[in-house]
């Protein structure tokens, strides 16, 4: 049996295998592309296309493909085969260095929201060399960019590295006026926290809301949810415990690090964490962490389920993502340090962040848009739209005394008294954590806590970076030939502080007093995908993006287009789905039922005169004017699609979707769920919320 440290890494052309298997010279040439950004001679791409190709096949290996990540949120392949033809009629194995560096998959059918017609095919995949290329059903996936035949960017990677570049730029800036000069690359690092849920598959395949739209659209909650607490963190059961086993090893494989795993709040969801990397890396891997979640659930004959909310009444799924900034050298620029007061380093670095997340709250907000999520916001198992930081007791305090010119006197470390002598002593933290607030700072990064499950995080860090390059590039440039830069830098940070404080907040973020203090503050509260997505395409939001070279004009606008085309055609779908199970299994098993009731109330007068038949006909009663309304409900739901697709323009239509379609969907669920809890279960036709979430035993 294999251990993990032999199995890690097992399915990827990493540093390891590369230092074994290339030539001393390509071996550093490909570095300084990796790590300086040095373009890479055509040359050495075929040797490392030969390499990577001998080693591929001797795993087994027939195709490569170039792996990218289109404007959908999710990857795409087209596989090739490494035979080419030879004068014999026979077939060798090749791979040249053009294939690996460069591919041409038929671009037409992906969204490109307006960058070109449906009938400009052409679109070109460039490798990603600081992503390592992997193994996958037989299949060399090589890691890589998309763009169109104009240039344009039709993917989610491109606009990534870009904004890794930016912020790479502006650190570099004010680090160097720290004299630091050693610094030579600044990156930012990522941990993506993965919640999901694990249904039993025989019945999630009688369910078509979850085949169709990956969530419930109707269900009564069970007797039981998730008030006893008792799944958190609870006893893994055996069977999800082997499906956790089998998922850590795939993705061991393919080098993710797959840390930590657990019971969350609902019954049958869990959770997965990997320690940090490199951002574009931590997207990749989290990318093929939730194929291979998907994937590997079917062993076990159970589904994943990744949507945001594919329950009522009971927590919906979030990711995580857990953002820091790092130097080469080691240094992590959010690590306060044992006297974070006397860190002015750190201090400027904390109020770029804070800086960033006010200037750019709409867009922070925009980047974790979707139909979704915004079942999830605002409810009592996520942050609210609110955009708000958490920093702490301690770090607020310092913030202030900065601001008001007074000394911080600092806080004294407390033992932790935990009144139990065996117990190991150790100090106590000088802060909570505070799980309600949209963008926390742990300790020594921030956690973006708002993404919704199944969203790429490209996006979110995306916004992260270049809000946060476009402050420290300001910084750098009001400090950069300062007569005396100690008392420009505290007048800096002074004025942050002072300015930006009201993003600021320590309390709990689902209290609604809170929502009405944010008002009062100023911080909007965008509750809907439409609602906030002309943030992104705002003469600020496009000198931004412009400015630091992460998205054209034009991209921008194709991404906003896309956001609410899907957000439309993501409510369109539910309604329908809505529609088909209400007229064609709900309405018929309720009429159904009634039918039976009366006829056993008919029987029951018939055999015994004297006895009453109140359950049956109260029933029958509840169930037909219950029915009656459900029926008129579906209506309206109907009309409200139709008028929906004469609307014009996609931003009229996605608010048409929000305000008319969305509603009727909600009344027309009211009416079915108290149907579902006055219908005999032999009846009803599908499963419960009962079965589906304690079906997994």
């Given at each position: 049996m294999s251990t993990v440290t032999e199995i890690f890494g097992s399915n990827v052309f990493d540093d390891a295998t590369m230092r074994e298997r290339l030539p001393k010279d390509t071996y550093k040439a490909l570095q300084k592309t990796i790590k300086d950004g040095q373009l890479l001679d055509i040359q050495v791409a075929t040797v490392v296309a030969n390499a990577m190709k001998d080693w591929a096949i001797e795993k087994g290996a027939t195709h490569y493909t170039h792996w990218f990540q289109p404007m959908t949120g999710v990857t795409a392949e087209k596989h090739d085969s490494f035979i080419s033809p030879t004068p014999d009629g026979k077939v060798i194995m090749e791979f040249s260095g053009k294939e690996l560096v460069r591919g041409e998959p038929d671009a037409s059918s992906f969204p490109s929201g307006g960058l070109r017609a449906t009938f400009e095919a052409r679109g070109y995949t460039a490798w990603d060399p600081t992503s390592y290329a992997f193994l996958k059903d037989k299949t060399l996936c090589i890691p890589t960019a998309f763009c169109s035949y104009s240039g344009d960017s039709l993917d989610k990677k491109t606009p990534l590295l870009r904004s890794m570049q930016a912020i790479n730029k502006q650190a570099l800036r004010v680090l160097k006026l720290f004299g630091h000069d050693d610094v030579s690359s600044v990156r930012t690092t990522v941990g993506l926290e993965q919640e999901y849920f694990l249904i039993d598959k025989d019945l999630f395949d009688k369910r078509r809301d979850l085949i169709y739209t990956g969530r419930t659209l109707f269900g009564a909650r069970p007797p039981k949810g998730q008030e006893l607490e008792d799944h958190y963190f609870g006893s893994i059961k055996p069977r999800v415990h082997e499906f956790m086993a089998d998922l850590d090893e795939e993705l061991w494989k393919l080098g993710v690090l797959a840390k930590t795993e657990h019971n969350e709040v609902a019954p049958s969801q869990h959770e997965l964490a990997p320690i940090f990397t490199t951002a574009n890396i931590a997207v990749d891997h989290n990318q093929l962490?939730?194929?291979?979640?998907?994937?590997?659930?079917?062993?076990?004959?159970?589904?994943?389920?990744?949507?945001?909310?594919?329950?009522?009444?009971?927590?919906?799924?979030?990711?995580?993502?857990?953002?820091?900034?790092?130097?080469?050298?080691?240094?992590?620029?959010?690590?306060?340090?044992?006297?974070?007061?006397?860190?002015?380093?750190?201090?400027?670095?904390?109020?770029?962040?804070?800086?960033?997340?006010?200037?750019?709250?709409?867009?922070?907000?925009?980047?974790?848009?979707?139909?979704?999520?915004?079942?999830?916001?605002?409810?009592?198992?996520?942050?609210?739209?609110?955009?708000?930081?958490?920093?702490?007791?301690?770090?607020?305090?310092?913030?202030?005394?900065?601001?008001?010119?007074?000394?911080?006197?600092?806080?004294?470390?407390?033992?932790?008294?935990?009144?139990?002598?065996?117990?190991?002593?150790?100090?106590?933290?000088?802060?909570?954590?505070?799980?309600?607030?949209?963008?926390?700072?742990?300790?020594?990064?921030?956690?973006?806590?708002?993404?919704?499950?199944?969203?790429?995080?490209?996006?979110?860090?995306?916004?992260?970076?270049?809000?946060?390059?476009?402050?420290?590039?300001?910084?750098?440039?009001?400090?950069?030939?300062?007569?005396?830069?100690?008392?420009?830098?505290?007048?800096?940070?002074?004025?942050?502080?002072?300015?930006?404080?009201?993003?600021?907040?320590?309390?709990?973020?689902?209290?609604?007093?809170?929502?009405?203090?944010?008002?009062?503050?100023?911080?909007p509260n965008l509750r809907a995908t439409p609602d906030c997505m002309p943030a992104f395409i705002s003469d600020k939001s496009v000198s931004l993006f412009t400015s630091h070279n992460v998205y054209s004009k034009a991209e921008l606008q194709s991404h906003y287009d896309i956001k609410l085309d899907s957000y439309a055609k993501v409510v369109n779908i539910e309604a329908l789905t809505m529609l088909d199970m209400s007229k064609k299994d709900i309405l018929p098993a309720v009429s159904a039922y009634s039918e039976k009731l009366a006829e056993t109330a008919a029987t029951k007068k018939a055999v015994l005169p004297d006895v009453d038949c109140n359950y049956e006909l109260q029933t029958l009663e509840k169930l037909s004017r219950t029915e009656a309304t459900m029926y008129a409900r579906a209506c309206d739901l109907e009309k409200a699609v139709l008028e929906a697709r004469e609307a014009v323009g996609i931003a009229e239509t996605a608010n048409y979707y929000k305000d008319h379609v969305i509603p009727a969907m909600n009344e027309l669920r009211v009416s079915a769920d108290e149907l579902e809890m006055l219908t005999s279960k032999a009846y009803w036709p599908f499963p419960s919320y009962g079965d589906l979430l304690f079906g997994v035993r």
């Amino acid at each position: 049996m294999s251990t993990v440290t032999e199995i890690f890494g097992s399915n990827v052309f990493d540093d390891a295998t590369m230092r074994e298997r290339l030539p001393k010279d390509t071996y550093k040439a490909l570095q300084k592309t990796i790590k300086d950004g040095q373009l890479l001679d055509i040359q050495v791409a075929t040797v490392v296309a030969n390499a990577m190709k001998d080693w591929a096949i001797e795993k087994g290996a027939t195709h490569y493909t170039h792996w990218f990540q289109p404007m959908t949120g999710v990857t795409a392949e087209k596989h090739d085969s490494f035979i080419s033809p030879t004068p014999d009629g026979k077939v060798i194995m090749e791979f040249s260095g053009k294939e690996l560096v460069r591919g041409e998959p038929d671009a037409s059918s992906f969204p490109s929201g307006g960058l070109r017609a449906t009938f400009e095919a052409r679109g070109y995949t460039a490798w990603d060399p600081t992503s390592y290329a992997f193994l996958k059903d037989k299949t060399l996936c090589i890691p890589t960019a998309f763009c169109s035949y104009s240039g344009d960017s039709l993917d989610k990677k491109t606009p990534l590295l870009r904004s890794m570049q930016a912020i790479n730029k502006q650190a570099l800036r004010v680090l160097k006026l720290f004299g630091h000069d050693d610094v030579s690359s600044v990156r930012t690092t990522v941990g993506l926290e993965q919640e999901y849920f694990l249904i039993d598959k025989d019945l999630f395949d009688k369910r078509r809301d979850l085949i169709y739209t990956g969530r419930t659209l109707f269900g009564a909650r069970p007797p039981k949810g998730q008030e006893l607490e008792d799944h958190y963190f609870g006893s893994i059961k055996p069977r999800v415990h082997e499906f956790m086993a089998d998922l850590d090893e795939e993705l061991w494989k393919l080098g993710v690090l797959a840390k930590t795993e657990h019971n969350e709040v609902a019954p049958s969801q869990h959770e997965l964490a990997p320690i940090f990397t490199t951002a574009n890396i931590a997207v990749d891997h989290n990318q093929l962490t939730m194929e291979m979640m998907q994937k590997v659930a079917k062993r076990h004959n159970m589904v994943c389920v990744l949507h945001e909310k594919p329950f009522a009444g009971v927590n919906g799924s979030g990711k995580h993502n857990n953002w820091a900034i790092s130097t080469n050298t080691g240094v992590n620029l959010l690590e306060p340090g044992e006297t974070p007061y006397e860190n002015a380093q750190f201090l400027l670095f904390l109020c770029a962040v804070v800086k960033a997340v006010d200037d750019y709250q709409e867009l922070l907000r925009v980047s974790v848009a979707s139909a979704g999520n915004d079942h999830r916001l605002g409810a009592n198992e996520a942050p609210p739209a609110v955009i708000s930081i958490f920093l702490g007791d301690e770090l607020t305090e310092i913030l202030t005394s900065i601001e008001s010119g007074k000394p911080y006197g600092g806080r004294k470390k407390e033992q932790l008294k935990i009144g139990v002598d065996v117990l190991p002593r150790f100090f106590k933290d000088t802060t909570d954590r505070n799980r309600t607030s949209p963008f926390a700072f742990t300790g020594n990064k921030f956690e973006f806590r708002m993404p919704g499950s199944t969203l790429s995080m490209a996006g979110p860090n995306v916004v992260l970076n270049t809000a946060v390059a476009e402050e420290l590039r300001q910084f750098a440039d009001e400090l950069d030939g300062a007569n005396d830069f100690t008392s420009a830098l505290n007048d800096l940070i002074k004025r942050v502080i002072k300015e930006h404080k009201r993003i600021i907040f320590n309390g709990n973020g689902y209290d609604d007093a809170w929502i009405e203090e944010a008002l009062r503050r100023g911080l909007p509260n965008l509750r809907a995908t439409p609602d906030c997505m002309p943030a992104f395409i705002s003469d600020k939001s496009v000198s931004l993006f412009t400015s630091h070279n992460v998205y054209s004009k034009a991209e921008l606008q194709s991404h906003y287009d896309i956001k609410l085309d899907s957000y439309a055609k993501v409510v369109n779908i539910e309604a329908l789905t809505m529609l088909d199970m209400s007229k064609k299994d709900i309405l018929p098993a309720v009429s159904a039922y009634s039918e039976k009731l009366a006829e056993t109330a008919a029987t029951k007068k018939a055999v015994l005169p004297d006895v009453d038949c109140n359950y049956e006909l109260q029933t029958l009663e509840k169930l037909s004017r219950t029915e009656a309304t459900m029926y008129a409900r579906a209506c309206d739901l109907e009309k409200a699609v139709l008028e929906a697709r004469e609307a014009v323009g996609i931003a009229e239509t996605a608010n048409y979707y929000k305000d008319h379609v969305i509603p009727a969907m909600n009344e027309l669920r009211v009416s079915a769920d108290e149907l579902e809890m006055l219908t005999s279960k032999a009846y009803w036709p599908f499963p419960s919320y009962g079965d589906l979430l304690f079906g997994v035993r």
